[in-house]
């Protein structure tokens, strides 16, 4: 390899990792300030905050784990999970924020589902008193991230199990465990699910950190009283005062290492390899500590066996081995499934029709006024669309650029050394991160700047992008670049005539998710942007604390289409060659 | 179009392929150790062996492509030296060697018709440095298709093609690119028996044509070309101990 390419890979490096470091470093520098955690463990509302992040985190993504694994048993037993899954673009491209603000256009006291029964069923001519959306039990937003994890974890399980390798494996030895007398359900339980929940680790350590640490959603659709703690650290942060803000600063720092903590549990509850160094190490201790233990006399060591063990058989009974109930399914098969592409169309409905209400008395279920109003005030601040669209377009292409040159020019080793380290501002919370980022963005005076936010973007988009990208690069065939050698073509020839045209599919569509990250980006764009910069995720999540219901309407299912455009692009550029149809003829050999 | 532009071009120079491996393996482990092969042109020199003895990576050092054979985390190294009609090849990067390839998987480019498959291969400028017009790199696309017998199938989707006829693209690719020398790298063992069998004397006797050096790879004492040339590699002993 050329000092050059080495030189360019090191360079790359340094770009992504300087502002993660630097602003990792900040927040830490921040977090050292006795009085900030003083005033935390003093708030009265602190305990009961945490309490409710780790209710919502925790069941969100239980639940949404449960769901994936029946999904997934029905859709592989009776193999309609190719059908069923052709359906998830659609849903991956709905941004949490709309989703929230979907579910409270049908759950709210005014919402549809009281309207289609009212006044026949309960007798309201009012809209009741009732926390239906901000439910002091963390339900609506439970519901909420349950909705969205559900289709995100299937996503990843489908690209493991649409691999060709893999789907053939898996398929041979779940016909073979049915023929060693194992019923469908428990060929999958036992021979497909415990090779695939590995797989799933590193999406669902992801759904937790978001489950637990998600603003622009809990805002919407969460508990308000007290909030969740990413809610608490958020509104600490943007209060005046400064002790209120160091405070914060400790919130986020706390919220951190609860999703440490509960990473590492799930890890080790879904097996993963680092637990199994830690069971081993465990063991070795006990050995250290009673050295001359008899096999299995001493008193003392027994105990720690039995903890051992029966931490063992709770992993086993955890998230790998789920009940077989999960698996068997006690709802007919598709249930869950429709349910889920129920409740999508429904908020897409909800949006769209509540984005063209005027006057809309409670109980008719459909308004008693059309009007264009809300996208004509969409319209004439069209700014805002502009600057989410510069936003999102400027921080995905910078991303896709270094991603390509990155995966292009970066020793493998290098590639699989760093990535954790790219991939942080996907676990770590985002109130942590726009803390570092805008310190970061003070240093550099490019705080509330169009360059500073926009690189904050970038941050937050890159390890989208290069989760995209990554599977396309590594299954790309060595041979082709040494067979378009060996025809005497240089390195560019390879690149541009053969290696990125085959890979046009995944760049167009790392480009898009990239685009569709940006879109929802809402802590980021309203702190690094020091309120200076309206996007519609920014205005949509702002006007759910109001009454102009259609106005939020129309910018959410905007916050919606946007990606959805994105992604419609994405596949008509990644779209495969059409090649003059003929029947295949039969070969002369 | 069958003719060989290198006859008589390196006049005096023209003895074929010289390979001296002293040692080729990874830092840690080495794969082949003292292997010296001499092709004269024209002849197609059999190289055989059992599985990971390193006979791909033979010919991975033949055409300067070891960076993309590394199954570990270890690169290969080559300490050693290849010789093509008189050139020293060692050092210089694959594509200015003139070193064709052909994979057991014929490794069409998907995004590419047959015809476009072909058309990659052919040089923009012929040996003696005249730029070809388009019509003429066009014949010499459709010649190459009448020899396949392919033709008129070259507006098709390579994925629409037949094992065997697939098989016969990579060959016609390989050799519309003018190589010097041709390795063969377990072309037929993807094929049955029976068009295994049809395809072996196709192969060679276009590749004899040509008037090139050719390295054949392959595990199948059928496969073998020529009797009087044939290589046994032996699966290497543990060296990782000795080092």
Redesign the interface.
């Known amino acids: 390899m050329s000092a050059f390419v080495i030189f360019a890979a090191w360079l790359l490096a340094l770009i992504a990792a300087v502002p993660i470091g630097a602003a990792l470093w900040a927040v830490g520098a921040q977090m050292l300030d006795a009085a900030a955690w003083q005033a935390l463990w003093a708030d009265p509302q602190t305990w009961r905050a945490w309490g409710m992040t780790l209710w919502t985190g925790l069941a969100s993504t239980a639940l949404a784990w449960i769901t994936v694994a029946h999904v997934l048993a029905s859709g592989f037993i009776r193999q309609q999970l190719g059908r069923w899954l052709s359906h998830l673009p659609a849903l991956l491209a709905t941004p949490h924020a709309a989703m929230a603000i979907g579910l409270v256009l049908w759950l709210s006291p005014s919402g549809w589902a009281l309207r289609l029964v009212s006044p026949g069923l309960t007798g309201f001519d009012a809209p009741p008193p009732w926390f239906t959306t901000q439910d002091p039990w963390g339900l609506g937003l439970i519901l909420a991230l349950w909705l969205k994890e559900v289709p995100f974890l299937l996503w990843v399980a489908a690209t493991q199990m649409q691999r060709e390798d893999l789907r053939r494996r898996w398929q041979a030895e779940y016909a073979l465990a049915q023929t060693l007398g194992r019923t469908p359900a428990q060929a999958f339980a036992q021979i497909v699910w415990p090779q695939l929940a590995p797989r799933l680790r590193w999406p669902l350590l992801a759904v937790l950190a978001y489950g637990l640490t998600v603003v622009d959603m809990a805002l919407i659709i969460g508990p308000a009283t007290p909030p969740t703690l990413a809610v608490l650290a958020w509104q600490w942060l943007s209060d005046a005062d400064l002790l209120t803000q160091t405070q914060g600063v400790a919130a986020a720092g706390w919220l951190t290492g609860t999703v440490l903590v509960a990473g590492v549990v799930t890890a080790w509850l879904v097996g993963a390899a680092p637990s199994r160094r830690m069971l081993g190490y465990g063991k070795r201790l006990i050995g250290v500590v009673l050295p001359h233990s008899p096999k299995d006399g001493l008193v003392g060591a027994a105990p720690w066996r039995r903890m051992l063990g029966h931490g063992k058989r709770l992993k086993l009974a955890g998230a790998r081995r789920l009940p077989k109930a999960v698996f068997v399914g006690v709802w007919p098969p598709n249930v869950i499934w429709t349910t889920l592409l129920t409740t999508y169309t429904a908020v897409w409905f909800a949006l769209t029709v509540d984005s063209f209400s005027g006057v809309w008395p409670f109980p008719q279920v459909w308004p008693e006024l059309w009007t264009l109003g809300a996208w004509q005030q969409v319209a004439s601040s069209a700014h805002t669309v502009w600057t989410t669209l510069g936003l999102g377009v400027a921080s995905a292409s910078v991303c896709l650029l270094w991603s390509v040159a990155w995966l292009e020019l970066a020793p ?2 290098w590639q699989q050394a760093l990535q954790p380290w790219f991939l942080l501002p996907l676990v770590l919370p985002s109130v942590l991160w726009v803390v570092g980022l805008y310190s970061l963005a003070l240093h550099t005076r490019l705080e509330g700047q169009w360059l500073g936010l926009s690189l904050a973007h970038a941050v937050m988009v890159l390890p989208y992008v290069l989760l995209a990208l990554v599977p396309a690069y590594q299954a790309v ?14 390195r560019w020839v390879y690149l541009w ?2 290696k990125w ?2 890979l046009q599919r995944a760049i167009a569509s790392a480009w898009a998710v990239g685009f569709a990250v940006s879109v929802a980006q809402y802590l980021p764009t309203l702190y690094v942007g020091a309120g200076r910069f309206a996007t519609v995720t920014t205005e949509a999540v702002t006007l759910a604390a109001g009454a102009q219901r259609s106005l939020m309407s129309a910018y959410a299912a905007l916050q919606m289409l946007l990606p959805i455009v994105a992604f419609a692009l994405a596949a008509w550029l990644g779209r ?2 059409r ?2 149809k ?1 029947a ?2 039969k ?3 | 179009m069958t003719d060989t532009p290198q006859d008589g071009l390196h006049h005096g120079m023209n003895d074929g392929l010289h390979v001296h491996i002293e040692r080729l393996g990874s830092a840690l482990h080495a794969l082949v150790s003292g292997l010296h092969l001499h092709v004269p042109p024209g002849e197609i020199l059999t190289l055989m062996g059992p599985s990971g003895c390193g006979k791909s990576s033979v010919l ?1 050092a033949i ?3 070891l960076a ?2 590394s199954e570990g ?1 270890q690169p290969l190294q080559l300490q050693g030296s290849v010789q093509l009609n008189g050139h020293e090849l060692t050092h210089l ?9 052909v ?1 057991q ?1 014929a ?1 069409l ?3 590419m ?1 047959v015809a476009e498959n072909l058309l ?2 052919v ?1 923009v400028s012929d040996a003696s440095g005249n730029k070809g017009s388009t019509a003429q790199r066009q014949a010499r696309v459709q010649q190459a298709l009448q020899e396949a ?1 392919l033709s008129g ?1 070259g ?3 390579p994925s ?6 697939r098989a016969r693209v990579a060959l016609m ?2 050799l519309l ?1 003018e ?1 010097q020398a041709l ?1 063969l790298d377990e072309p037929f063992s993807k094929l049955d028996a ?2 295994r069998a ?2 072996r004397p196709w192969v060679f006797a276009h590749v004899r044509e040509r008037r090139i050096p050719v390295v054949l790879v392959t595990h199948d004492e059928q496969d073998v070309a020529d009797p009087q040339r044939v290589v046994h590699l032996r699966a290497t002993e543990e060296s990782a101990n000795h080092v």
Do not use: N
């Open positions: 493998r080793r065939d060595p041979r082709q670049a040494a067979l378009v050698a060996s025809l005497g073509h240089g005539r053969v045209p085959l495969p060659r090649f003059e003929i295949p003829m070969a002369t050999p | 991975a055409a300067g492509t993309s054979v985390l990067p694959t594509h200015q060697r003139g070193v064709g390839l994979f998987d490794l480019f998907p995004h018709t990659f291969a040089p017998e199938m507006e098709r989707d629409t093609l037949s094992g065997g006829q690719r390989a690119a190589p390795l029976a068009l049809q395809l």
